[in-house]
């Protein structure tokens, strides 16, 4: 019987089998931010060990920095100790670390790929959730606690128990003002938050092939938001066609090596999933978020659900979130009012979404009451937009181009979201207070994000822009 | 180093019939800034614990003097959202050593685990029956026995099977953890790397 392309991976990084329990599984790639690593260093020291491979780790401090006034020493004391630290440990233990005011800083998950330091085949974890992002790339890669963190810098590898296997098929193509935001958003909405748990995700099918590696980002980053441990898409020309040429990409002879091997990382016609879904591209419309987790998700141009479409037992878990939103069921969601629009996070803060948000606003003013924070993702990014006027573009219509980190998605920096105000986000969350005490998140694409900042109201992009 | 070992424990319960709790409820974001595991415990739910002074919510179950135990049950889908361990420092670092809940994040199961504190997944009809059990009583108890991997509700004698990999049970009862077992094969992981595929 064939293979899936996750168990090509997995199998082929198994150092050893437990019975009845764990794999051990071997890291080619370990990824460190300041918020998930300082008690894993600690552990090391306490224990007297060191750190196995540093120069598979790569360190970048994202979630505290401040997005604007880089050059100057971050305000709050707390994210400054954290981000000092991390710089620390890494001088100690001989870990490349791109800090603050670095060219190649920003968030972890945006680092990675546009480094070249991501590549097909790999394993890669990072005390982080959204590591599931890298497996755009063909790898397997998810996040993971920080005992795990510890032990990846101890030994190398980690203690995995093997998830199972889900095939996600999405055919057909997409209408024009859809985007991959709003085919992850559609999925969750339909399997709900808890649809993926135990599974290890491929996304399949010619929808899939027909997105840019950013897009695809965009969607193994939300694979998380399922349960499932990480989402995963064949390398093809798409990947390599990225990659190529980028900082760590193997060079000379050593890539024509390596893309015969990635040409091998596909699932064979006669592997079997444990679980397969089927979606049609023409189904997905633009989506928005109008709960407390992301699986409260509904087209924008739909109401929330009626109570009576609720599950009795869930009755009561729905209602607390529709009180926390301000928002009642059956609701019509477009024309909901909007305070802020952000753009950027590890889902949608790459040079594609700014330029897409750039092209939609074009001709059109930010609307007056709205807060917009508009994020690039990196310091490469950065450069991107900046090269190519975007800045400019943003400026000209009332909108201010920020600097990079994590930003209003988590609210551990400066960057937060005031009690009771609606945030049209492009970022993977909406919990309660997700981005600040008393936040409330409306999750979406950068496309319906324009929509918001030009009309001041929950819009449907479709019926303002022209695609 | 090693963790504390599982014990069984009969206990009353604290009781959050409330689904999809994500670990940005159990420990918020502004929280995780510290450098030490230390701590955390108090800040365990602050969002739905306290209110914007600072004060104890009194519909909060945590301020809720009648409920008490080293258990705590939940609604189905515990842990979901971001993989920060911090949420089971701040669980264990509360006091809780068992969480029950008729569905669990895998992260957040796997992070419970590392830090003594076990996840005990249930049916929804037996969840279901220690919620009933601490609406008529809120003192109301629930044994967890790991060596014979069984959960009862004391109330109406229930009692259910629940799962844990051999391995993990293993590290539980003895107090083991995983990076003295993984540092224990560093030859194996030399061995590994040796033939490995690199570019």
Not at chain 1, 254 to 281: G, I, M, P, R
Not at chain 2, 62 to 80: P, R
Request: charged fraction near 20%.
């Amino acid at each position: 019987m064939g293979k899936t392309l996750f168990d090509k991976i997995w199998d082929s990084h198994v150092v050893k089998t437990i019975e009845d329990g764990p794999n051990v599984l071997y890291i080619d790639r370990h990824f460190i931010h300041e918020v998930t690593s300082p008690q894993a260093f600690g552990g090391i020291k306490a224990r007297g060990g060191k750190v196995a491979r540093p120069d598979q780790v790569i360190a970048t401090p994202d979630h505290n920095i401040p997005t604007i006034n880089q050059h100057l020493t971050i305000q709050d004391e707390l994210s400054r100790h954290q981000v000092e630290t991390l710089k620390k440990n890494c001088e100690e233990n001989g870990i490349t670390m791109y800090g603050l005011n670095h060219p190649y800083n920003g968030i972890v998950h945006v680092v990675g790929p546009e480094l070249g330091i991501t590549q097909p085949g790999m394993t890669i974890v990072c005390g982080d959730s959204h590591t599931s992002t890298h497996g755009a790339f063909g790898s397997i890669a998810f996040g993971i606690g920080t005992s795990e963190v510890e032990m990846a810098l101890a030994t190398q590898c980690i203690m995995q128990p093997k998830p199972k296997r889900l095939r996600i098929n999405i055919e057909g193509e997409l209408a024009k003002g859809v985007t991959s935001k709003d085919i992850i958003l559609y999925i969750i909405a339909d399997v709900s938050t808890g649809g993926g748990t135990g599974y290890f995700v491929e996304f399949a099918g010619s929808a899939i092939r027909g997105l840019s590696m950013e897009a695809r980002m965009t969607i193994c980053n939300m694979s998380i938001e399922m349960g499932a441990r990480g989402g995963m898409i064949a390398p093809d020309e798409t990947t390599f066609e990225y990659i190529k040429g980028r900082e760590q990409a193997p060079k000379g002879e050593q890539w024509n090596k390596a893309v015969n091997y990635w040409k091998s990382l596909c699932t064979d016609e006669d592997a079997v999933f444990d679980k397969e879904l089927h979606y049609a591209a023409e189904d997905i419309e633009p989506m928005i978020t109008y709960g407390t987790n992301p699986g409260m998700g509904a087209k924008v141009r739909g109401n929330i659900p009626a109570l009576e479409t609720i599950e009795d037992s869930s009755k009561n878990s729905f209602q607390k979130s529709m009180e926390y939103m301000g928002f009642a069921a059956g609701d019509k969601i477009e024309g909901k009012p909007v305070d802020y629009v952000f753009v950027g996070s590890c889902t949608n803060g790459r040079i594609e979404d700014l330029r897409s948000f750039c092209d939609a606003i074009k001709g059109k003013q930010k609307a007056e009451g709205v807060t917009a924070w508009i994020v690039p993702g990196s310091k490469q990014v950065e450069k991107q937009a900046l090269a190519e006027g975007l800045k400019e573009q943003l400026e000209m219509a009332g909108f201010e181009l920020r600097q990079p980190g994590c930003s209003a998605c988590l609210a551990m920096n400066d960057d937060k979201i005031p009690e009771g105000k609606y945030a049209v986000a492009t970022s993977n969350r909406n919990f309660e207070g997700r981005q600040g005490p008393g936040s409330r998140t409306l999750l979406a694409s950068p496309l319906t994000a324009a929509a918001a900042a030009v009309t001041g109201v929950v819009t449907d992009p479709r019926t303002i822009f022209n695609f | 180093m090693p963790i504390e070992k599982f014990v069984t424990v009969q206990t009353s319960f604290v009781p959050m019939p409330i689904e999809n709790v994500d670990t940005d409820q159990i420990i918020p974001a502004r929280f995780l800034k510290a450098t030490t595991k230390d701590g955390f415990g108090d800040n365990l739910f602050f969002d739905w614990r306290y209110d914007k002074a600072g004060q104890p919510k009194s519909d909060f179950v945590l301020n809720n003097s009648a409920y008490t135990g080293t258990v705590l049950v939940a609604g189905k889908n515990f842990g979901s959202g971001s993989s920060r361990e911090h949420a089971a420092w701040a669980i264990a670092g509360y006091g809780f050593k068992v969480v029950v809940s008729s569905f669990f994040a895998d992260i957040f199961r796997n992070n419970s685990l590392n830090n003594g504190v076990l996840p005990v997944q249930v049916s929804e009809v037996f969840l279901a029956g220690l919620f009933d059990a601490v609406e008529t009583n809120n003192k109301a108890e629930v044994k967890v026995d790991l060596e014979n991997q069984t959960i009862s509700n004391v109330s109406t004698g229930a009692s259910e099977h629940f799962e844990i990999n051999t391995y993990k049970k293993s590290c539980l009862m003895n107090g083991y953890d995983d990076i003295d077992f993984l540092l224990s094969l560093e030859k194996e992981i030399a061995a590994y790397e040796k033939q490995a595929v690199k570019f």
